[in-house]
């Protein structure tokens, strides 16, 4: 199964982390829930579900960490009975992205967090340089998220960086 991008830049290296940790399930996102790339979801309100859900643990738990040791936690983690799942945060140029990813007993949380280091640091190297854009949630906001599903899901073609109709970066 392919990684499933909306941005041409992300597909590669979320390729590699995929083959490489062996996990179930990974989503790459803006911490404001935009999606970036997916892996194993085949629905989707899955995707957007798990998306918020995982804006929201970032955001919660960035703030917690403030409050708690004076600086945000970045990576977290938690062991369930069947699977584990995996969030960290990735710098780029364009801002940070969050990479939520599940796994189960075929992979372990240290081949996860190996083969995540290596993924934010292709990333960090592949990310095009900051696009001045409009507010995160404007008037196109829904418009370019279905945009973004349709792609992922292999309904529509990405458009090519800076084409009218391309999913705007993160801002």
């Not at 179930?24 to 194993?40: D, N, T």
């Not at 710098?91 to 969050?98: C, F, I, K, N, W």
């Not at 090519?160 to 109709?165: I, M, N, R, S, V």
Request: charged letters at 20%.
């Amino acid at each position: 199964m392919r990684a499933r991008v909306a941005e041409a830049w992300v597909e590669a290296p979320l390729q590699r982390f995929v083959d490489d940790a062996r996990v179930q399930f990974a989503l790459l996102l803006h911490p404001s829930g935009q999606v970036l790339g997916q892996f194993g979801f085949t629905r989707a309100v899955d995707v957007m579900a798990a998306c918020a859900l995982g804006a929201a643990i970032h955001a919660s738990a960035g703030e917690l960490g403030k409050e708690l040791d004076g600086h945000p936690f970045r990576e977290l983690y938690h062991a369930g009975r069947d699977r584990q799942v995996f969030i960290a945060e990735a710098p780029t140029a364009r801002g940070a992205l969050v990479l939520l990813t599940a796994f189960d007993a075929e992979s372990s949380l240290g081949l996860v967090q190996v083969y995540f280091r290596e993924l934010r640091d292709a990333l960090r190297d592949a990310a095009p340089p900051p696009v001045e854009s409009g507010p995160a949630l404007d008037v196109n906001f829904e418009q370019d998220l279905n945009r973004s599903l349709a792609v992922l899901f292999g309904r529509a073609q990405s458009p090519a960086p800076g084409d009218a109709g391309a999913p705007r970066p993160p801002a």
